[in-house]
């Protein structure tokens, strides 16, 4: 395992895009945003041949920089994305142990940054964080198309990611059907009773014993200090995201979908919540969910989270739909999964093409 860079075979391109739809968002999050572009070896050589594209969307937190952050003994994204599409130094073989037993076809790849300063947008349109979800589809996807050798039209257009990017990989084809032909999802967030209700109880708790069950007061505290310095931080923080995802008011209000003095679910906010489930969207978008080329999903067994029920579930409603999809669990955890980005991405490439 090499420690420092990697120098890629492909290249990777760092671009900025100026958002019309995110300016005046509720956060004053800024509306200049990072992006990168990686083309395989030989893209772009001939300037008469087109290939399909991906873009990779992150988990809750991530910016887009962080795709670059190395763990111990692993490959970074980038070098996982390079290996595949080149093979390790060019080999044009895979990397030895990878979920994936050939080079598939080139393809465009875009890590594309909807982060948020609540630390995530789940790629929707809300009055809460921002219109993300066109940023996302009108946007990255035109300027994508206009500057890179890509086949511009959904059939030979595909989206992946992990977690709160697997979420945002599964709903985005249903909501906009016209940008996506095909999803990889990375137990992404799904079967909302179990991913996010065991938060709420334990964020009802913090709040009383920590802040005499006031919002107000955590983010007074939160704000004058390291970010995550304290160990009820990331619920509190994921919670309130969440809501200001799934059932803000049309002037901003984030509205949250529990009591927070008692925990008890406000039951007509959390319907809101559970219609933004993937498990509950499908059967409502069964004609976009038929008419992609292919949907990847996987998560680990012991997925701290219960993604794995979340991934089982949407696997099932899709069975019963009539679906054709893949479905995967693998021995593993939430955390630490980056390895398997590579099994969506090859799988995509496959059938996306012409």
């Known amino acids: 395992m090499k420690p420092w860079r990697v120098e890629p075979r492909g290249r990777f391109e760092q671009q900025t895009i100026r958002s019309r739809v995110l300016e ?11 992006l990168w572009v990686y083309l395989p070896p030989g893209v772009g050589d001939d300037p008469g041949r087109r290939h399909p ?36 130094e060019g080999s044009g073989e895979p990397r030895r142990g990878a979920p994936v037993d050939q080079v598939p076809p080139p393809a465009v790849v875009v890590l594309v940054d909807c982060w948020t300063s609540l630390g995530g947008s789940q790629f929707l349109n809300s ?39 697997g979420y945002g990989a599964m709903v985005a084809p249903m909501l906009r059907p016209d940008t996506f032909g095909g999803l990889a999802s990375h137990a992404g967030d799904a079967l909302f009773e179990h991913c996010y209700l065991p938060d709420m109880a334990a964020a009802t708790r ?25 160990e009820a931080d990331g619920i509190l923080l994921g919670i309130w995201a969440m809501a200001a995802c799934y059932s803000a008011e049309p002037d901003g209000t ?15 906010v959390w319907a809101r919540w559970l219609a933004l489930d993937p498990v509950r969207m499908a ?20 997925d701290q989270y219960w993604l794995d029920l979340g991934a089982t579930a949407f696997s099932a409603e899709l069975g019963a739909l009539g679906i054709e999809h893949v479905f995967e669990l693998f021995d593993a955890t939430h955390s630490g999964i980056e390895y398997r980005y590579p099994a969506g991405l090859a799988f995509l490439a496959e059938r996306l093409g012409d």
């Open 53 to 88: 594209s991906i873009y990779v969307i992150q988990g809750y937190t991530g910016q887009v920089d962080m795709w670059w952050n190395r763990t111990a003994l692993r490959p970074t994204v980038p070098e996982l994305i390079d290996e595949l599409f080149a093979g390790p």
């Open 127 to 165: 009055p809460g964080t921002g219109r993300y979800l066109d940023y996302l589809c009108d946007e990255v996807v035109a300027f994508v198309d206009d500057r890179y050798p890509t086949l511009p039209a959904r059939e030979h257009r595909g989206i992946a990611g992990k977690s709160s990017g």
């Open 254 to 268: 984030v509205t949250l979908p529990f009591d927070p003095a008692t925990g008890r679910l406000r039951d007509e």
């Open 206 to 230: 913090a709040l009383r014993d920590h802040y005499d069950g006031s919002y107000e007061r955590f983010f007074d505290d939160f704000t004058a200090r390291p970010a995550m310095s304290k």
């Open 24 to 34: 005046g968002n509720a956060l004053g999050d800024p509306v200049e945003r990072p």
């Open 283 to 302: 059967a409502g978008h069964a004609d976009q969910l038929r008419s992609l080329r292919g949907i990847y999903l996987d998560a680990g067994r012991r």
